[in-house]
């Protein structure tokens, strides 16, 4: 399948025709990492990781370092 690419600002782009789109399982906002490799551009899917997998990675070094300290009655419509 031959695309031609198009001037887009200072770059380049191409686009991704809905046959391709739909056999990898992209659309419109998703997010892809590009490479090259022995001449080719390689674009890949990303996943956005969710909280719990975010969370998950946090160590428990990191948690010690980062206790909030609670000092003195609650001021205002605080509710501790």
């Known amino acids: 399948m031959a695309i031609t ?6 770059s380049l782009g191409i686009k991704i025709p809905k ?5 990898i399982g992209i659309q ?3 997010r892809v990492n590009m490479s090259t490799s022995n001449g080719q551009i ?3 899917k990303t996943t ?3 909280l719990a997998e ?12 980062n206790r909030e300290l609670f000092h003195g ?4 419509s605080e509710i501790w």
Not at 5 to 10: A, D, E, I, T, Y
Not at 54 to 65: S, V, Y
């Open 5 to 10: 690419v198009l001037k887009w600002g200072n």
């Open 19 to 23: 046959k391709l789109s739909e056999e």
């Open 28 to 30: 419109e906002g998703d």
């Open 42 to 44: 390689i674009i890949v």
């Open 48 to 50: 956005r990781p969710t």
């Open 54 to 65: 975010l969370c998950a990675q946090i160590t428990d070094e990191q948690r010690e370092g």
């Open 73 to 76: 009655p609650p001021m205002g």
